[in-house]
């Protein structure tokens, strides 16, 4: 009797054993095999954005910034690597930064240099509200055509580079603001214009 | 918020009333021009480098161009500033929508970051149009003529103020054709380089009901232009450039 009992107990433990294999081995392929694209799909566009490399070194993402050249009144185009994530707004605030610390190219900035950007807030709905210090509207003595080239860099360089980013609302010190300088409506939110980029 | 809300209404509230009985579809005779001299007071525009402000410039050429409609078009013509003082741009829009105005002109000196930059364009509204905006125009736009006779009075406050926030976008065609004829004529007379019609979301056009251009009469950022911009003869040949494209713009639409 006792050495039956040990048989049926080993035997159980045997059948028992192989199930835990077989479920892990399940838990495994559920977990890493393909799943997590649709997780990441239901990510929130102000929690962080899914890591492109992993390791000790921060990663990196390529943005493309909206210049002024000298002998034309179009947007050029030059690309820059910032540090990616943690969200898109960190992300934009960076793109934003260069795109006020001027080119490398020899192209123009078209924001006033002492410009700094207080806070991005990017919402689900795609509206992007920047906040700007005060230079941005007293560091330029603008004219429509300089006053559209800083409103659209700053439009253009967000919706082009964060798929997140539909709209954008421009802000200055915290407040809405009827125009940077007397001429463009900064009332409304804006749609990008990529009429003013160079082909 | 409701302090704008409140400002608003005050600025556009008294127009619908004073218009409902405009008959629709028939393009009402134009009795009243008014000219918009951009800028003023602590808000002076572009600067040039010999120290010229868009907003003295702007001004010049508004009274030439003023003098020149009332001598030989017999038009009653309002200037939404003709001094050096601050206008907000819903006053500037408030002023042309009381005075009935049968077209608006704003008048701009153009500033670039470039000091090469140059030429002379004109601008009528562009819509930064969000959906829901888009939606709400094409409603505009499917149910009859003049925006007036659209607003009924019993309308609620808040309705009847996003309608006049929007009042130009009614107008975009004849405002289109109107820039056209103004920009022919500005290429014709000025010796500029010619950068088109184009269009812009410029807040002092978005609440005028009625035909209306932004016209930029070269660079004072380019230092060439900028002393053309500050002489009279070049001044009263913008005027007159305007004059020509508005006196089409009539004779095309009576």
């Known amino acids: 009797m006792e050495g039956k009992k040990k048989i049926a107990l080993s035997r159980h433990a045997l059948i028992l054993g192989g199930l835990a294999v077989v479920l892990l081995v399940l838990i495994i392929v559920f977990f890493t095999g393909g799943t997590g694209e649709k997780v990441k799909r239901f990510i929130d566009a102000n929690v962080p954005n899914p890591p492109e490399s992993g390791g000790a070194e921060p990663a990196s993402k390529t943005v493309t910034l909206f210049f002024l050249a000298d002998d034309d009144d179009l947007l050029h185009k030059e690309t820059r690597v910032i540090t990616a994530g943690p969200t898109v707004a960190d992300e934009a605030e960076r793109a934003l930064a260069e795109l006020i610390r001027g080119s490398e190219k020899g192209f123009v900035s078209p924001l006033p240099p002492p410009t700094k950007v207080r806070q991005i807030f990017v919402a689900n709905n795609g509206l992007a509200t920047v906040d700007f210090s005060r230079e941005i509207a007293e560091g330029f003595a603008y004219g429509s055509t300089s006053e559209l080239a800083a409103v659209y860099a700053v439009v253009d360089t967000l919706v082009f580079n964060f798929p997140a980013v539909k709209r954008v609302v421009i802000l200055v010190e915290g407040v809405e603001k009827e125009t940077l300088g007397g001429h463009v409506d900064l009332t409304r939110a804006f749609l990008p214009d990529y009429s003013l980029v160079a082909k | ?254």
């Open chain 2, 1 to 254: 918020m409701i302090g704008a809300l409140a400002a608003a209404l005050f600025v556009f509230a008294p127009v619908p009333l004073a218009r409902a009985g405009q008959t629709a579809g028939q393009a009402a005779r134009i009795q009243t021009v008014v000219i918009d001299p951009g800028h003023g007071g602590m808000e002076v525009g572009a600067k040039g480098k010999f120290g010229n402000l868009e907003k003295d410039i702007t001004l010049a050429i508004s009274l030439k161009l003023k003098a020149l409609i009332e001598r030989n078009l017999g038009l009653s013509v309002v200037l939404t500033r003709d001094r050096d003082v601050d206008v907000t741009n819903e006053n500037r829009a408030a002023i042309a929508n009381n005075h009935k105005a049968g077209l608006f002109i704003s008048i701009h000196a153009n500033g670039a970051v470039q000091r090469k930059a140059g030429g002379s364009e004109t601008f009528f509204l562009s819509l930064n149009a969000t959906d829901e905006e888009t939606r709400r125009l094409a409603y505009l736009e499917n149910n009859s003529t003049e925006l007036q006779t659209r607003i009924d009075p019993s309308t609620d406050d808040d309705l009847m103020m996003i309608l006049w926030d929007m009042a130009q976008t009614v107008y975009i065609k004849q405002s289109s054709r109107l820039a056209e004829l103004v920009q022919e004529e500005l290429d014709a007379m000025l010796g500029t380089r010619n950068r088109g019609i184009k269009q812009a979301p410029f807040k002092v056009l978005t609440g005028v009901a009625c035909p209306a251009i932004l016209v930029e009469a070269a660079f004072i950022s380019n230092p060439d232009e900028e002393q053309k911009l500050a002489s009279a003869a070049f001044q009263a040949r913008v005027a007159e450039a305007i004059y020509r494209g508005l006196v089409r713009y009539i004779r095309a639409v009576e």
